[in-house]
C-alpha cells in the first residue's frame, strides 16, 4: 500500500477552503486505500478516523523563529518521508515558503511532486499583492511549480489558467468533494426570506457587486445574511458602500462553522456567491447539498447550476447578480425547494468524497506506475 506526504500551511478551521479541502482529500483518499501522512505549519494534529482500509496522521509541523527556519522544516520533511516511507509528496496551495522545502525534498530524493494549486494561479488571484507574487515566481515559488511532476485543478477553468501560464507538465482535473452522508437537512424548513453569502470577505468575492446590486432590486421582506471573517479594513470599506447607497436589509454576522454554519444553511432559501473569480467553490456544493439553490457567476465553474436546474450561473457584474436576485425572489417557496432537491442530488451523484478519493488514488496509482493506463482525468497537453 502507498504513503503519500500531504502538506497545507495551515488546516486550522478560520485557515479557509484550502486547509478543508486538503484535509478532506487526504482523510478520503486514505479511505480509498493508503497510507496519507498530513502536516501543516498551523491547525490541529487531532487523530482523524478514517472507515476505509488506508490510515491517516496528522502532524504539525514545529514552528521555529529562528533565522534557520527553513532549513529545519527541509530536514524535518526529509526525516518524515525517510521514517514512513513516503511514495510521493502532494502539496496543497503556494506562497508559502514551508513547501518549497517539501518540493526540495522531492526533488533530492527523487519523489513525485502533486500540487493542487486551489485557485492560486487564477489570473484574478496572481493580482493581488502582485509584486510579491512576482518575486516569489522568479525564486522560490517557481523552483517548486518547475519540480511538480503532476498539477491537481478543480475545473476545466483552473486546468486552462495552469496552461495559460506555461507549465506543459500532466493536469489532473479532480473537484473538490462534499461530505455527502455528514449532511441532514432540516425538515421541515420554512420560508425566511432569507439569501446567504457564507464566504470569505475579500475584493475577489464580488461583495460590491452583490450591494450595488440589492440597492436596485430590494425587497423589504428579503435580507441578506453576510457570514464570513476577512480583512477588517475591507470589511470596513463594504460598510461604507452600504451607507453610501443607503442600503438596508444586510447583516455581517462573522465567522461562523459547526453548528453555527448550518443554522445558516437551514435558515436561507437562496445562498449567494457573486465571486470575480474561483477554482470550484466548494461553499456552493455546501449549499447544495443542504437543498439551498444557488446564485453564482460563471467566474465560478458552475455551469451544472444551469443543466441541473438548481440555481443562477450569471455574469460576474451587477446587472447579472441583479436579473437572478429579481428571478430567485419572485419563485414561490415550492419552486425554491424543488430546485434546491435537484442541487442535493447533483452533488450526490458528482461531487461525493467518496468518489473523488477513489478518482484520486487511481491518478497516483498510475503517477507511480507508468505501466497502467492513464486516467480519463489526466491530460497532458
Known amino acids: 500500500m502507498q504513503h503519500q506526504l500531504h502538506i497545507v500551511a495551515d488546516t486550522s478551521v478560520t485557515s479557509g477552503g484550502e486547509g478543508l ?4 482529500y487526504a482523510e478520503y483518499i486514505a479511505h480509498a486505500g493508503c497510507h496519507v501522512t498530513l502536516i501543516s505549519l498551523g491547525g490541529t494534529s487531532i487523530p482523524r478516523r478514517v472507515n476505509g482500509i488506508g490510515s491517516i496522521r496528522i502532524q504539525l509541523i514545529p514552528n521555529k523563529r529562528s533565522i534557520s ?3 529545519s522544516y527541509y530536514y524535518f520533511i526529509k526525516n518524515l518521508c525517510y521514517e514512513d516511507k513516503i511514495d510521493l509528496i502532494h502539496i496543497h496551495g503556494m506562497w508559502n515558503p514551508v513547501l518549497a522545502m517539501a518540493a526540495a525534498v522531492s526533488k533530492m530524493n527523487d519523489l513525485p511532486l502533486i500540487l493542487s494549486p486551489h485557485g492560486c494561479m487564477e489570473a484574478v488571484a496572481l493580482k493581488y499583492n502582485f509584486f510579491k507574487k512576482w518575486i516569489a515566481l522568479r525564486t522560490y515559488q517557481g523552483l517548486v511549480l518547475r519540480t ?3 498539477f491537481i485543478a478543480t475545473a476545466k477553468s483552473e486546468k486552462n489558467s495552469i496552461r495559460q501560464l506555461g507549465y506543459k507538465q500532466y493536469i489532473a482535473v479532480i473537484p473538490n468533494g462534499i461530505d455527502v452522508t455528514d449532511t441532514v437537512v432540516a425538515s421541515p424548513k420554512k420560508r425566511t426570506n ?3 453569502y457564507l464566504s470569505r470577505i475579500h475584493p475577489k468575492k464580488g461583495l460590491e457587486d452583490l450591494i450595488e446590486s440589492w440597492s436596485i432590486v430590494r425587497k423589504d421582506e428579503w435580507r441578506i445574511i453576510i457570514a464570513g471573517s ?3 479594513r475591507y470589511r470596513e470599506s463594504l460598510g461604507r458602500l452600504i451607507r453610501n447607497r443607503g442600503v438596508e436589509g444586510i447583516e455581517f454576522i462573522g465567522f461562523v462553522t459547526g ?6 444553511f437551514d435558515g436561507a432559501d437562496i445562498f449567494i456567491l457573486p465571486t470575480h473569480s474561483e477554482n470550484f467553490g466548494l461553499v456552493v456544493a455546501e449549499a447544495l447539498v443542504n437543498e439551498v439553490p444557488v446564485i453564482t457567476t460563471t467566474a465560478a465553474p458552475w455551469k451544472d447550476l444551469v443543466d441541473y436546474k438548481c440555481g443562477w450561473w450569471v455574469k460576474p457584474s451587477v446587472g447579472g447578480i441583479s436579473k437572478a436576485l429579481v428571478e430567485a425572489m419572485s419563485l414561490d417557496y415550492d419552486e425554491l425547494r424543488i430546485m434546491g432537491k435537484r442541487g442535493r442530488q447533483l452533488v450526490i451523484a458528482k461531487y461525493s468524497w467518496i468518489n473523488i478519493g477513489i478518482t484520486a488514488l487511481n491518478v497516483c496509482e498510475w503517477l507511480l506506475d507508468g505501466s497502467k493506463e492513464k486516467p480519463s482525468v489526466v491530460e497532458r497537453r
Open 69 to 71: 527556519k527553513y532549513i
Open 148 to 150: 511538480v511532476s503532476l
Open 230 to 232: 476577512g480583512d477588517s
Open 194 to 196: 432569507k439569501i446567504l
Open 21 to 24: 479541502a486538503a484535509l478532506r
Open 259 to 264: 453548528v453555527s454554519k448550518q443554522v445558516c
